[in-house]
């Protein structure tokens, strides 16, 4: 008997499968909280490598003073929201893993997020090369995930019967 409060200890994946898993989930995650987020959010003005340079590299055009304080304040609010999605993913990974409804969650960010950017390269028009294999690196960490989650909730889930 478990004491209340307690956590109760998931399905666990075992073999090599283990490691493709771990890497990919954590990977993600932290590359969502680390580069992708605190460093959008933190690269001040002011700093040893200016934003604007930064900014004006991904945008990559010579943008009016209001255009890019507009883009820049976009630019932040989606970093805020990749960072708040990797601490998440950090936070809730056990419940990601074993109950269907933040599983679903999870894994409909991932794969809206790399729908959208499929959709930009119709639309928009071709990215930088890194932006289109970030397509490939997003759709791989869901299908992992996926795959690695449909043991975890089934083992998770009470035997009905």
Known sequence: MQAPGARREGPRLTG???WIDALAFHGYAWFLILPGGLLGLL???????PFEVYARGIFDA???EQVLASALNQYRYMKSM?????VFSVCFRDFIYTDRRFNRFYLGI???GAAERALSVVLDGMPRPFYVAAIFIE???GLIVFI????TLRAA????G
């Open 148 to 151: 690695s989650t449909r043991r």
């Open 82 to 86: 990749e960072f708040g999605f990797g």
């Open 139 to 141: 759709l791989s960490v």
């Open 16 to 18: 090599p499968w283990r």
């Open 62 to 64: 010579d943008l009016p």
């Open 110 to 112: 991932i794969f809206l």
């Open 43 to 49: 690269i001040p003005r002011w700093g040893p490598l």
């Open 157 to 160: 889930s009470p035997a009905v």
